[in-house]
T-cell receptor
Framework: NAGVTQTPKFQVLKTGQSMTLQCAQDMNHEYMSWYRQDPGMGLRLIHYSVGAGITDQGEVPNGYNVSRSTTEDFPLRLLSAAPSQTSVYFC????????????FGPGTRLTVL | AQSVAQPEDQVNVAEGNPLTVKCTYSVSGNPYLFWYVQYPNRGLQFLLKYITGDNLVKGSYGFEAEFNKSQTSFHLKKPSALVSDSAVLYFCAVGAGKSTFGDGTTLTVKP
């Protein structure tokens, strides 16, 4: 199993550009989540999904969109990038809600100029 | 709303000594608690979890954690620290899928 994969690993954008961060998992997990990690602030939840076709907002959803058309994929879209979105983004997946540990991808380091 | 606090940004300990990384939480209902470790430029890796049962849970790399319901704490411990345990971030989290993480604690183990 590849686990949780994320692409790209690094990305530089200009303010106002849009892009999609890809996330895929091959463990047939129902739950998938997107977090951003900023220095000294731990991980903050952006959006999450409890299954194909079902998504919900986390703590910091503004400026981001998600969709879940399949169990495996959970892309994160930046609609119009802003410097405040410079961060490291992690995708995670897990099985039964509340009980299973999360499996994390390697992260995408995004810089918005 | 659920929350997690890790009161120490950094913990320093000598090799061979016991270590403790503190975590307190707030959640309604029964807590699902986790510890993760992050190595530089890597994603988080699972160490251990408390769901129910014994208050002392054992995990990877010799780590263990003690759940204390009355103090709403879930401290990470290791009886004898190794230099290889250091230079990483340790995160406490409550819930899964819609998790809330602490801000992380850097561990430094000096030889």
């Amino acid at each position: 199993n590849a686990g949780v994969t994320q692409t790209p690993k690094f990305q530089v954008l200009k303010t106002g550009q849009s892009m999609t961060l890809q996330c895929a998992q091959d463990m047939n997990h129902e739950y998938m989540s997107w977090y951003r990690q900023d220095p000294g602030m731990g991980l903050r939840l952006i959006h999450y999904s409890v299954g194909a076709g079902i998504t919900d907002q986390g703590e910091v959803p503004n400026g981001y969109n998600v969709s879940r058309s399949t169990t495996e994929d959970f892309p994160l879209r930046l609609l119009s990038a802003a410097p405040s979105q410079t961060s490291v983004y992690f995708c995670a997946s897990n099985g039964l809600a509340g009980a299973d540990e999360q499996f994390f991808g390697p992260g995408t380091r995004l810089t918005v100029l | 709303a659920q929350s997690v606090a890790q009161p120490e940004d950094q913990v320093n300990v000598a090799e061979g000594n016991p270590l403790t990384v503190k975590c307190t939480y707030s959640v309604s209902g029964n807590p699902y608690l986790f510890w993760y470790v992050q190595y530089p430029n890597r994603g988080l890796q699972f160490l251990l979890k408390y769901i129910t049962g014994d208050n002392l849970v054992k995990g990877s790399y010799g780590f263990e954690a003690e759940f204390n319901k009355s103090q709403t704490s879930f401290h990470l411990k290791k009886p004898s620290a190794l230099v290889s345990d250091s230079a990483v971030l340790y995160f406490c989290a409550v819930g899964a899928g819609k998790s809330t993480f602490g801000d992380g604690t850097t561990l430094t183990v000096k030889p």
